[in-house]
């Protein structure tokens, strides 16, 4: 396990937070991957935490799969837009199969990381979820 990984699974650890599924993986930089699933308006968003070798840090949650076709593209993508503008630690965007993600890459080194922060943009991302999630869904389903 690199160092970053050793210092956060110490740090969820220390304060009971059993919350992931930690799978080492095999490759270059020791990716370290942290599963779990952020809980929003009664769905089970699919959340991705990685901590390598490299000076990153990556969170990505799945917003929802397979959201964004043809006739709600431009709708959809301007409303993300607007998220974008308005939050600075993490960005939305749209993959090829329609998906619409959330990903923060938090800058550190093994000397520098701190838990703590990895934490708390988790849970600026979930409090932001939490606040906007209805909003986004209704522009992914208007007609």
């Known amino acids: 396990m690199n160092i970053k990984a050793e210092k956060f699974t110490k740090f969820l650890n220390d304060r009971n937070i059993n919350v992931f599924q930690i799978q080492e993986v ?10 779990s699933a952020m809980e929003v308006n009664g769905q089970n968003l699919p959340t991705m935490l990685v901590i390598d070798d490299s000076i990153y840090v990556m969170l990505q949650v799945r917003v929802g799969a397979g959201l964004v076709k043809d006739k ?27 998906d ?10 093994d000397n520098e990381f701190m838990p703590e922060l990895v934490h708390a943009v988790i849970d600026v991302v979930l409090k932001h979820l939490q606040d ?12």
């Open 132 to 143: 906007e999630y209805a909003k986004l869904m209704k522009t992914v389903w208007a007609d």
């Open 26 to 35: 095999e490759g270059d930089m020791n990716p370290v991957v942290y599963r």
């Open 72 to 98: 709600n593209r431009a709708a959809v993508m301007a409303h993300l837009n607007s998220l974008n503008e308005n939050y600075k630690v993490f960005k939305y965007y749209a993959n090829d199969n329609g």
């Open 100 to 109: 619409i993600v959330i990903e923060s890459c938090i800058p550190t080194t």
